[in-house]
């Protein structure tokens, strides 16, 4: 792995920081065991019984996506990009978050999957649901390695704590709350931490722009290093056009707001783990519309930071972990004791958040999705639960060893997309053209979602990574092979369905577009019809705030 940052980024960090970075480990624990009473089943430990109110499960999703890499990954992308780094959240999140609230959750959650991939078996064939259990399970500790290196960074870099001690500290603490409380011990943790993180960040942004002499002097100054367009989420996005971001307007709107975005966001099981958890239907379909509003606001306390600290430091890059150092840099220079614990602790609170979320839904389809079905079946509810809780205590040790190939990545984002474009990407062309194609077959699924997952490993390591192809960077490369993915997803699926035999229509009752679950009841509960709590208005009203927040950065 890569050397950290070096001693000039050290802190001396005093007694009051770490009281408030134990007190944080003393609650965390404390919601763990307390949730543990609430676990009898393997429906409560793995979806939380069920029970959650909306407003819970929406903090937790949108917590669950707030883990460090983002904030670490999402500084990086600001400072390396300028104001395109907007572009993963208003139009890469907001569109897909309101699909899955407003048209995809009736389908999930009133089919009683407890997964992703176990709709895949029931819409289609054990081949395809084996296939993509497999593919959840390694992207799940690929990207939970990627959470234990960015909190290598920061600790290495800001306390001088070795790799291994962070690394073993902070996974002995998510293994501890995981195991013990399984799925309401993480959610309730997130919600927690969600908070947590907010009172790290809104400090360093403030403090960050005033250094550098508000919005117009950050904006002034990052204008002379690095060009107008540097501050604008558009400019420069014309096809045969350059921009610092290396992709045009329809790479940005088809690779990321479509492809990547609604692949994320509406297939990935550590998301919708969380709503699934939801106590009825109408709060399963509120949540990702709840979490919608402040993934909005979240780039001003995430990218902007990145902003100021290209700003202060210009030659960021250069550093031993490049852009990924934005966030530590600033925290280095800007929060005085005190403030700084609260600011380290909220970073760790956004590790542990990210981490448990993909252990979390890990060790429920590792377990109910490969174990219980094809392994070792008809046991009693007690074995699988503690199935579930070895395969926490695998998963993240497996995670530590997928760390190191996150060190070779100067933007941990950049990473991420890689791997979402590999796993996501696939899946979601699968599931959306089976959510509203009566005719898609079993095989179809399979290899629809095999192709795909090649065919973008093909465009990403051999015809980019051998320049057989010319993208200006990693990100635009994950735009295109997100797209490549999708494409030969697509054909492959709608190819080998109209040459196979698809499951009778009595069949697919609630499970596509257009019919209903033969078992599906009124469990709504009084006060969900309340106008406030409508899906639609909810779901319109983001879209319409995520618009609105592009003007500055448009004219």
């Not at 307390?34 to 929406?58: C, E, I, K, N």
């Not at 096809?239 to 609604?262: D, E, R």
């Not at 993208?471 to 997803?489: C, E, H, K, L, W």
Request: charged residues 10%; contains cysteine; hydrophobic residues 55%.
């Amino acid at each position: 792995m890569q050397a950290l940052a070096g001693d000039e980024m050290r802190l001396s960090v005093n007694g009051l920081d770490y009281a408030i970075l134990g007190v944080y480990f003393v609650v965390v624990l404390g919601i763990g065991f307390m949730a543990r009473r609430s676990v009898r089943t393997s429906l409560d430990f793995f979806l939380s019984g069920r029970s959650l109110p909306a407003w819970v499960t929406g903090l937790a999703f949108v917590a669950a996506n707030l883990g460090a890499t983002e904030i670490l990954g999402m500084a990086a992308n600001g400072a390396q990009y300028g104001a395109y780094g907007f572009h993963w959240y208003w139009i890469g999140a907001v569109p897909a978050m309101v699909f899955l609230g407003l048209v995809m959750m009736p389908f999930y959650y009133t089919s009683r999957v407890g997964s992703v991939p176990e709709f895949l078996l029931r819409r289609f064939s054990p081949s395809s649901h084996i296939l993509s259990s497999v593919l959840f399970a390694v992207a799940s500790v690929l990207i939970a390695g990627v959470n234990l290196y960015a909190l290598a960074i920061v600790m290495q870099a800001l306390l001088g704590w070795s790799l291994w001690v962070s690394v073993i500290v902070a996974g002995a603490i998510v293994l501890a709350y995981i195991t013990v409380g399984g799925l309401s011990s993480a959610i309730y943790n997130e919600v927690l931490q969600f908070f947590v993180i907010l009172a790290a960040l809104i400090p360093l942004t403030v403090v960050g722009l005033k250094r550098v002499g508000g919005w117009d002097g950050l904006s002034d100054t990052l204008k002379s290093q690095h060009g107008s367009d540097f501050m604008t989420a558009w400019g420069g996005t014309g096809i045969g056009h350059q921009n610092p971001l290396g992709a045009n307007w329809l790479t940005i709107v088809l690779g990321l707001g479509f492809v990547l975005s609604f692949g994320y966001w509406t297939t990935n099981f550590t998301e919708i783990q969380r709503t699934l958890s939801s106590k009825n239907l109408s709060a399963a379909k509120r949540a990702p519309l709840i979490a919608a509003f402040p993934k909005i606001l979240i780039p001003a306390v995430v990218v902007v930071p990145g902003l100021i600290a290209a700003a202060l430091q210009p030659k960021l890059a250069d550093g031993p972990n490049g852009y990924n150092d934005a966030i530590p840099m600033l925290m280095g220079d800007l929060l005085p004791n005190g403030v700084l614990g609260i600011a380290v602790t909220g970073l760790i609170a956004a590790f542990m958040a990210g981490m448990a979320a993909n252990v979390s839904s890990l060790n429920t389809v590792f377990t109910t999705d490969l174990w219980r079905p094809y392994v070792v079946k008809d046991r009693e509810d007690a074995y699988y639960v503690k199935v579930g809780r070895i395969v926490t205590v695998i998963g993240v040790f497996a995670s530590m060893g997928t760390a190191f190939l996150a060190s070779s990545f100067s933007n941990i984002m950049a990473y991420l997309q890689t791997l979402f474009s590999f796993f996501n990407v696939p899946m979601f062309v699968v599931f959306i053209i089976g959510l509203f194609w009566k005719r898609m077959t079993g095989h179809a699924a399979f290899w629809g979602l095999l192709a795909g997952t090649v065919s973008a490993m093909i465009n990403y390591f051999v015809l980019y990574k051998q320049d057989i192809i010319s993208i200006p960077s990693d990100q635009g490369a994950n735009f295109v092979s997100a797209m490549v993915g999708f494409g030969v997803g697509g054909l492959v699926s709608v190819a080998v369905s109209l040459v196979t035999k698809p499951k009778p229509i009595e069949e697919l009752q609630g499970l596509v577009y257009g019919t209903t679950a033969p078992d599906a009841e009124d469990d709504s509960e009084p006060g969900d019809d309340a106008w406030y709590r409508k899906p639609a208005l909810l779901g319109w009203g983001a879209i319409i705030l995520a618009v609105v927040c592009y003007i500055p950065f448009t004219i």
